[in-house]
Structure formats: structure tokens, C-alpha cells
């Protein structure tokens, strides 16, 4: 990866923090770092052959027929059915946990800048996306499709979205599963904050059980993951509101230890039901976050 990473300018989040306007964003993301990721890992060579569609600027010239255009002295690509069927579903938990931010960005903010960039992508290469918010109600949900005016509804919601109550995530998780009628690839991307981690393992094991592929982006800040409060700190639970005054040396060991459980928890149990789970830290560039999945998912890593 390191002879990838010279010489690109990453979308670091303080420059996303300036930016403000999520197309923008997203396009910036999409024709970066991560252009390969549409080839893997979602589109297998196993695949049965669907059709010849026209060929367009951007498409990859390996896959032009040339035999066709030999006969017809127009380029054709080959389409195969994997490439012609993928729905990808992007599910955002935007409960009041998600607001918390020590840096450039909060979680939300920086959860939203992801899934601007991959509906964009997903819609970019002709797939299509979907979108549903939730907390611990279903609060809107977008089906999945591939017209550029769906993706502008897409990015007009995350604009518009506001933060509510807990975090609940089992109901909602099971509802979207129920109004999803073709298999696809399932995005979910949230902090994990929930009462009941029973729960959402259940209702992502739904998503699995029903043939959908899952991915999980465990949204956390760099001072959840590091805790380097130095001064007496006040700590208030955006979701209860109560609230502790201490000072963070004398708990950091305690609170690390209960952090690592709760990664590991969701690592082993998703992991069960070959869940794709990730931690993505907020301080991280979104493209290099983005590209460094991909390269895990390719065994580059």
C-alpha cells in the first residue's frame, strides 16, 4: 500500500469540516484514493454473462468486446449478472451518541461523509443504493436505485438529517430487513452504542440469514478509542445525560479494558455469521479509510 499512498492528496477531516457540501465531498472521495473499489469486493469472476451495454468514458477497456466491434465498429462492454443485480443498502444509526466529536468532525458527520461517497460511487458505476436512518425508530428509508436523482434525494436527506433518542438499533435493523425483497450488500455504520448488543447481532444475522451480504463500520472518536483526557473531566452520556466528574487517569485502565471487550464482543459474534466487521477511527482521511478496506478485503494488508 505505501507506493499507493505517495504522491495523494487524502481528504483529511478538517478539510471535509470545510468543505460542507456533500456532493462535493463525495466526488472528491470517489475520483481519489479509492476508484478501485468498486472492482472488489463485490463483483466476483465467477459470473454468468448478462448482456452487451454501450461503452462509455471511465468503463474499463479490458472488458470491451472486440469481436462485436469488429462486426459493428462500436465499442460494447461485456456486463455479467453479478455486475447488473448489486443493491447496496447504507443503514446510519443517528442517535444522540453519534453527535460526539473531539476533533474536526463529529461521528455523525463523518459517517454521513462516507455514505455520501459511496452512494455516489455505487450510483457512479450503476448499481444501485439504498438508504434508511434510524435510532431507535425506522425514521426514513430510501429503496435502492441507480438514477442520479435518487442519489441527489440521498444526499439531500443526510443534509437534513437530525440526531434523536437512544440508540436501539434491533427493531429498525428488523424492519429494513423485512422491506428488503432482493439480496444485496448491506452497509451498516454506527457507533454500536446500544443497550442490547444481542439485539443487533440478532438483527443483523436477519440481513444474513435472508442472503444479504453485511459490512459493519464501527464509527468510534480518537479519544473513545484513546482516552487521553488529562484534567479533571466532566463526562456526560449524551443518550442519559447523567454525568460523572472525575479525573480520567484513575478510570482510563478500567474504561480501555471495557472499550476493548466491547470491540471484541462485536469482532467474535459478527464474525460467527461472516459479518465483515471494521473500527473506523473519525481522525482518519475518509478516502484512506475507504482504501484501506478495500485493501484488507483483497488480502493486501
Known sequence: MQHQQEGRRFLDPAVLA????????AKFVVEGFISGLHKSPYHGFSVEFAQYREYMPGDDTKHI????YGRTDRYYIKQFEQETNLNCYLLLDTSKSMTYG??????????????????YFMVKQRDAVGLAYFDEKLHE???ARSTPSH??????TLERLQTNTITKMGTPLHQVAERLSRRGLVILISDLYDENADEVV????????????????????RQELEFEFERITR????ETNEEIITTPQTIRESYLSHLHDFINFYKAELGKYDIDYNTLDTSTPVDYALSSYLAKREGLM
Open 65 to 68: 468486446d472486440w469481436k462485436v
Open 18 to 25: 470545510g468543505i460542507g457540501n456533500l456532493e462535493l465531498i
Open 202 to 221: 440478532q438483527a443483523l444475522e436477519h440481513f444474513r440469514y435472508d442472503g444479504h451480504e453485511v459490512i459493519v463500520f464501527h464509527i468510534l472518536d
Open 102 to 119: 473531539s476533533g474536526d468532525l463529529t461521528k455523525l458527520e463523518y459517517a454521513n461523509f462516507l455514505i455520501a461517497s459511496l452512494a
Open 141 to 143: 428509508y430510501l429503496p
Open 235 to 238: 463526562f456526560v452520556d449524551s
Open 151 to 156: 442519489l441527489h434525494s440521498i444526499l439531500v
